[in-house]
């Protein structure tokens, strides 16, 4: 009995090795949150111009399967997007503009995360009812804080093409 109760006595962890394993760990944290935090504004950018060719895809979707115009907005100033079936129920159709009041459904409106930003002209894309694009070809601009751009390219087909640029000027 007497070696039981000394095996169990001295089973489990001391406090000095609890201490050294939690400063272990507190280092490993601090290496890598910065590396952490730099890499968000990148995944972020990312992030939004998935969403813009999502939005491109589903504006070519619906224009087909609805048989009516689609547009999408991109506002410069307010850093936001709209696209919208544009239908023109009382005869505004193809005006580009999204009229809610004449039936014209909002499908997707978007504002970007407070560092990422449009940049260049205000634009408005859209296609007609076939899946071609109802606006001549148009380019999209979009920039992080960080000096990351991405490029996303409407072609005369209707097909999305996205380049990145790490100065804005040379796009791979």
Same mark, same amino acid.
């Given at each position: 009995?007497?070696? #039981?109760? #000394?095996?169990?006595? %001295?089973?489990?962890? %001391?406090?000095?090795?609890?201490?050294? /394993? $939690?400063?272990? /760990?507190?280092?490993?944290? &601090?290496?890598?949150?910065?590396? $952490?935090?730099?890499? +968000?504004?990148?995944?972020? +950018?990312?992030?939004? %111009?998935?969403?813009?060719?999502?939005? !491109?895809?589903?504006?070519?979707?619906?224009? /087909? #399967?609805? @048989? &009516?115009? %689609?547009?999408?907005?991109?506002?410069?100033?307010?850093?936001?997007? *709209?696209?919208?079936?544009? @239908?023109?129920?009382?005869?505004?159709?193809?005006?580009?503009?999204?009229?809610?009041?004449?039936?014209? $459904?909002? !499908? @997707?409106?978007?504002?970007?995360?407070?560092? $990422?930003?449009?940049?260049?002209?205000?634009? *408005?894309?859209?296609?007609?009812?076939?899946?071609?694009?109802?606006?001549?070809?148009?380019?999209?601009?979009?920039?992080?804080?960080?000096?990351?751009?991405?490029?996303?390219?409407?072609?005369?087909?209707?097909?999305?093409? /996205?380049?990145?640029?790490?100065?804005?000027?040379?796009?791979?």
């Amino acid at each position: 009995m007497g070696l #039981k109760n #000394k095996i169990e006595a %001295t089973s489990g962890f %001391t406090l000095i090795e609890l201490m050294v /394993v $939690i400063g272990v /760990v507190g280092i490993m944290v &601090a290496v890598a949150v910065p590396n $952490i935090i730099g890499f +968000l504004p990148a995944y972020r +950018l990312r992030s939004v %111009t998935r969403d813009v060719v999502s939005c !491109f895809q589903e504006a070519k979707m619906r224009s /087909v #399967k609805e @048989n &009516a115009n %689609t547009a999408i907005m991109f506002s410069v100033v307010d850093d936001q997007y *709209t696209a919208w079936v544009d @239908n023109g129920g009382s005869g505004g159709a193809g005006n580009l503009l999204p009229d809610t009041n004449v039936g014209e $459904i909002i !499908f @997707n409106q978007m504002t970007l995360p407070r560092d $990422i930003h449009f940049y260049g002209n205000a634009i *408005t894309m859209g296609y007609n009812s076939r899946g071609f694009p109802s606006t001549s070809t148009g380019t999209v601009y979009i920039k992080n804080e960080k000096s990351n751009y991405r490029k996303i390219i409407m072609s005369s087909a209707g097909n999305i093409r /996205v380049q990145r640029s790490a100065d804005g000027n040379s796009w791979e």
